[in-house]
């Protein structure tokens, strides 16, 4: 079972989302549903969208059952999902916005869903970096001093290994975002 799928396609969106068929698939992540029951209609719908699938066929007294289990230990619908209607980077008014890093938020479920995919199909492994700290400004100069100190230590680093032209190397796109913390965190 994969950790994660996301979810990219409209009608597996709506499958997924459905409140029976939700329930039906957190629990088909801890154990393998019966197919054999009136469920079966709505284990039949995920397994054609492929949230879950096949874990045993079993045949006794003339009759076949099946056990689903989920394809993945959790799930995220993309929002690309909503076509057009998704955030854009394009259509935002400017890159100290919310809608801006909403956007990006956006942009990055897209591009590492299509990077793990392909990982997974040739069977390696997607390297990744991610950093994940809190810290407290005591007043917007410092914020904006830190935005500063950081921009050119990431500039500096960037220059320092950027080398697009040696032989093998690889593209990353390196982004940092910033937003306050939610009050329910901050205790």
Known sequence: ????????????????????RSCLLGRSRRSPRNAASKLNYHLKALEHQ???QVAETRKWSGLTGQKFVASAGSYLIS????GGLAPDRAKTAGRLSA??????????VREV?????????TG???????????IAFQS??????????????VVGLAAHYHRPSAAG?????????????????QK
Do not use: C, W
């Open 50 to 52: 492929q949230p879950i």
């Open 1 to 20: 079972m994969q950790s994660l799928e996301v979810i990219d396609n409209p009608a597996a969106a709506i499958i997924a989302l459905d409140p029976i």
């Open 124 to 134: 390696k492994r997607l390297p990744t970096l991610s950093i994940d700290t809190g």
């Open 169 to 185: 190397a690889r593209p990353h796109r390196f982004v940092v975002i910033a937003y306050p913390r939610p009050h329910e965190e």
């Open 99 to 108: 809608g801006y890093l909403i956007a990006l938020a956006v942009r990055i």
């Open 79 to 82: 929002p690309t999902v909503l």
């Open 113 to 121: 869903r299509q990077l793990l995919g392909h990982a997974r199909q």
């Open 140 to 153: 917007p100069e410092d914020r904006a001093n830190f935005t500063r100190d950081l921009t050119q230590a």
